[in-house]
């Protein structure tokens, strides 16, 4: 009997063992069954995808380089250049029109050798590239203010007037070349260079004088004498076209080169017989200069100058005698004095 009530419990556990599994097993396993797949977490993300390890680290080291580079050409685009070398030239022929120039007696007109230069310097300046201005290009004659007006209306260029000099001393001859600003002068030492160097005339040297021109100009302004139309060899040196081409080759050439003056020693030119192109840029000196603002060079032409202060107090005397017939006219006794007092000025004039 015993052993048949042990049987029975066996058969009994091994029932409820296959049948219905306990309650607390069947949670867990749903709960494992249905639980949502978990997230990896910003640290396994990285290590499952390297690419994005160089993307994180180059972005911002290749945009700062960019931002530096482009503002260095805008800092250097505002930056101030310095002066730079002018294009524009203005010439200025001496004289012209009524205005023949030189002295009395003069057998070349200078104002005729002044504007055949000017021209021919026009010529070479413009097939060197360079824009040229000109203050008269015919036989006009030209005021003094209306020059400096128009060389004053280029800011950025420089003014060369040319003129033949003219005295009564007829042994008087050479080049001369004048300024009055310091500004001028690196301009008038290469000008002076060249021409002087390459005539055969005597070098009378750069000289500062406060002709009007020079005085008024607020750019760089020069002079230059070319000879003396005076001085017979020079007066047939500049009856000749080939002299005279070669006076403008010898003044571009200075206007060419006048950004190489240097101060250096010495002031003779080695000159090269040289052809109509313009010569190599060398160094230039700086030219010592006669300081004239303060005197009167004996060999510079007066005469006409003298003329015409002469004419103007015969004139103002004139005037003034006729203002003293005028309010006076109803005395006789001064009335014949009139008349007697310009007898002598009607033979003067």
Do not use: W
Not at 116 to 124: E, M, N, S
Not at 325 to 343: E, L, M, V, Y
């Amino acid at each position: 009997m015993q052993k048949h009530f042990l049987s029975i419990s066996l058969v009994l556990l091994a029932i409820n063992a296959y049948s219905l599994p306990a309650p607390s097993s069947l949670n867990e396993r749903e709960k494992r069954l249905n639980a949502p797949t978990p997230t990896p977490t910003p640290r396994q993300q990285i290590l499952q995808t390297p690419p994005a390890l160089p993307t994180r680290s180059s972005i911002p080291r290749q945009q700062a380089p960019q931002t530096r580079t482009a503002t260095i050409p805008t800092t250097r685009a505002v930056a101030p250049q310095g002066p730079r070398p002018s294009t524009t030239v203005v010439i200025d022929a001496g004289h012209g029109g009524y205005d023949r120039g030189g002295i009395a007696g003069q057998r070349v007109d200078e104002k005729t050798m002044n504007l055949d230069v000017a021209q021919r310097l026009k010529a070479v300046l413009q097939s060197y590239g360079y824009r040229v201005v000109m203050t008269r290009d015919s036989d006009v004659f030209i005021p003094l203010g209306t020059r400096v007006a128009i060389a004053n209306s280029y800011r950025d260029a420089i003014f060369v007037c040319v003129h033949f000099n003219a005295t009564p001393r007829r042994s008087a001859s050479g080049i001369e070349t004048y300024f009055y600003s310091s500004q001028s002068l690196p301009l008038a030492s290469a000008i002076h260079y060249y021409v002087a160097g390459g005539a055969s005339s005597a070098n009378r040297g750069v000289r500062r004088r406060g002709f009007f021109v020079l005085r008024r100009t607020t750019i760089p302004s020069v002079l230059v004498e070319c000879g003396f139309l005076t001085n017979p060899t020079e007066a047939q040196q500049a009856l000749s076209s080939a002299y005279r081409q070669k006076l403008a080759l010898e003044i571009a050439h200075g206007i060419q080169n006048r950004a190489s003056v240097s101060r250096i020693a010495g002031a003779t030119r080695i000159v090269s017989n040289s052809s109509d192109s313009a010569l190599e840029p060398e160094t230039v000196p700086l030219q010592p200069f006669i300081d004239q603002t303060h005197y009167r060079d004996p060999d510079l032409a007066r005469s006409k100058h003298r003329r015409s202060s002469k004419s103007s107090k015969s004139a103002s005397s004139k005037r003034k005698r006729s203002s003293d017939s005028d309010s006076d006219s109803d005395t006789p006794k001064k009335k014949s004095t009139k008349k007697k007092k310009s007898a002598p000025a009607k033979t003067e004039d």
